[in-house]
């Protein structure tokens, strides 16, 4: 069975950057069916697209936070990497890896438990 | 890109039906048949309803359904459960070849 797992440091800096990865276990990330995408949630709110990538590295990004995203995928570690730069207190959410799968119109099908970064002003 | 429009909250009793909406523009519901729709539980990562409009994934109750009509999008919920209780989420693919998601509606169950 598929799981995905987000990693990386719960609390950042303002002003630096946010990285995470997801470590896909169960199944192959260089499958040609699915992309790979980052959704996070500030608290208490709503759900925002962060953006996706394929196993081949094409990326695909929210516009609103294009400039500073950067998403990459590492086939031989079967995982894939969020940065976000210059992050503020609006930064600050729970972040969900998930699998965007062709058999579902590139729905998110499989998620992460999502993993909670806090920007410190 | 803005978020699609979804009402804050929708309420109902056990058993009836529900409809909650999701107005986007002809560059994201308007223009494709990606429409998708997720439930999420408090502290849960949301869960895969409805996709490509209408169509349930395997294991999803036939209570739920979809349909599409110009810039909105619907997802009904019949025979409403205790269970249902949760919060929803529409999303659609955009002329941008990214995704944007509803502002989300808060279901309670009477």
């Known amino acids: 069975q598929l799981q995905l797992q987000e990693s990386g440091p719960g609390l950042v800096k303002a002003s630096e950057t946010l990285s995470l990865t997801c470590t896909v276990s169960?199944?192959?990330?260089?499958?040609?069916?699915?992309?790979w995408g980052w959704i996070r949630q500030p608290p208490g709110k709503g759900l925002e697209w962060i953006g996706s990538i394929y196993y081949s590295g094409s990326t695909y990004y929210n516009p609103s936070l294009k400039s500073r995203v950067s998403i990459s995928v590492d086939t031989s570690k079967n995982h894939f990497s969020l940065k976000l730069s210059s992050v503020t207190a609006a930064d600050t959410a729970v972040y969900y890896c998930?699998?965007?799968?062709?058999?579902?119109?590139?729905?998110?099908?499989?998620w992460g438990q999502g993993t909670t970064v806090t920007v410190a002003s | 890109q803005s978020a699609l429009t979804q009402p804050a909250s929708v309420s109902g009793s056990p058993g009836q039906s529900i409809t909650i909406s999701c107005t986007g523009t002809?560059?994201?519901?308007?223009?494709?048949?990606?429409v998708s729709w997720y439930q999420q539980y408090p502290g849960k990562a949301p869960k895969l309803m409805i996709f490509d409009v209408s169509n349930r994934p395997s294991g999803v109750s036939n209570r739920f359904s979809g349909s599409k009509s110009g810039n909105t999008a619907s997802l009904t919920i019949s025979g409403l459960q205790a269970e249902d209780e949760a919060d929803y989420y529409c999303?659609?693919?955009?002329?941008?070849?990214?995704?944007?998601f509803g502002g989300g509606t808060k279901l309670t169950v009477l």
């Open positions: 169960g199944g192959s990330i260089s499958s040609n069916s699915y992309y």
């Open positions: 998930a699998r965007l799968s062709s058999a579902v119109g590139l729905s998110l099908d499989v």
């Open positions: 002809s560059s994201d519901v308007g223009g494709y048949n990606f």
């Open positions: 999303s659609s693919f955009t002329s941008s070849s990214s995704w944007v």
